[in-house]
């Protein structure tokens, strides 16, 4: 079964092509990391998925929902994590948490056994009653991973979500969302961080706009390294020098 579907997708912002006829699917309970360097059009892409931006070239389906046709049903579908935070640090993470259930119209006994749920799931239950503030970088993110979840979506978006963590930080969150994805969740993971993605796990490179491959991780890196691999395809398509300049 396909939880994301993104067919002949392009965008551009004026003369300038952000995505050129990107294509690709993430089969349900998959791990997929978009995979691609600064610049690669990775946040349009996730502008898209999110109806942040709106194009009329391409197609794409979250749960078989299309998300220009039936953009609630679509929307209502996805959990996402954006680069930057969008968490109330004065308020405590139980109420930043109620507050998203009540945009998503969940009320009743229903709030608090989903808050509890979620918390449980990113090992975050002990701090809801602190405020954001108080809380660290990873737990800060862990808290923003959880409460995407409140709405119980079938898909997971996650935007860079380690920028700016350090590394154990970084491997915690990454398990964390793996673990999720292992117990049945589509998760769609954007990094330029080659170490986030195991073997196992699924990868599109997007590079320039374009996507240079489909595969899983393993396949891509072949005898190799995935780090090599990828630093192969993206140094092939990186432009010409210029008077011996690179």
């Known amino acids: 079964m396909t939880a994301l579907s993104v067919q002949n997708v392009s965008y551009a912002y004026g003369p300038k092509a952000a995505l050129d006829d990107v294509s690709f699917e993430v089969g349900a309970g998959r791990f997929c990391a978009l995979l691609g360097p600064n610049g690669a059009g990775k946040s349009t892409l996730f502008a898209l998925l999110t109806r942040l931006l709106v194009t009329r070239r391409g197609r794409i389906a ?14 209502s579908k996805i959990g996402v994590i954006f680069q930057q935070s969008t968490l109330d640090l004065d308020m405590s993470v139980a109420r ?5 259930a009540a945009l998503h119209g ?6 608090q056994t989903r808050i509890d749920a979620a918390l449980d799931r990113l090992d ?12 660290n970088g990873g737990h800060r993110r862990r808290m923003e991973i959880a409460r995407a979840l409140v709405h119980e979506p079938e898909v997971l978006l996650l935007d860079e979500a380690t920028v700016g963590l350090d590394t154990a930080a970084r491997l915690a969150i990454t398990g964390h969302v793996h673990d999720l994805a292992e117990a049945g ?36 890196a072949g005898e190799g390294s ?4 990828f630093m192969a395809m993206t140094a092939a398509e990186a432009p010409p020098s210029v008077g011996g300049v690179p």
Request: hydrophobic letters at 50%; glycine letters at 6%.
């Open 62 to 75: 979250v749960a078989g929902h299309d998300i220009a046709t039936a953009p609630r049903a679509a929307l």
């Open 96 to 100: 930043n948490m109620s507050y998203f």
């Open 106 to 111: 969940i009320s009743g006994r229903a709030v």
């Open 124 to 135: 975050m239950r002990e701090r809801a009653g602190e405020k954001v503030r108080s809380l």
């Open 185 to 220: 969740l589509t998760v769609f993971w954007a990094t330029h961080l080659v170490d986030e993605i195991r073997p196992a796990d699924d990868v599109v490179v997007l590079h320039r706009g374009r996507v240079l491959a489909r595969e899983t991780a393993g396949s891509l």
């Open 226 to 229: 995935l780090t090599d691999a």
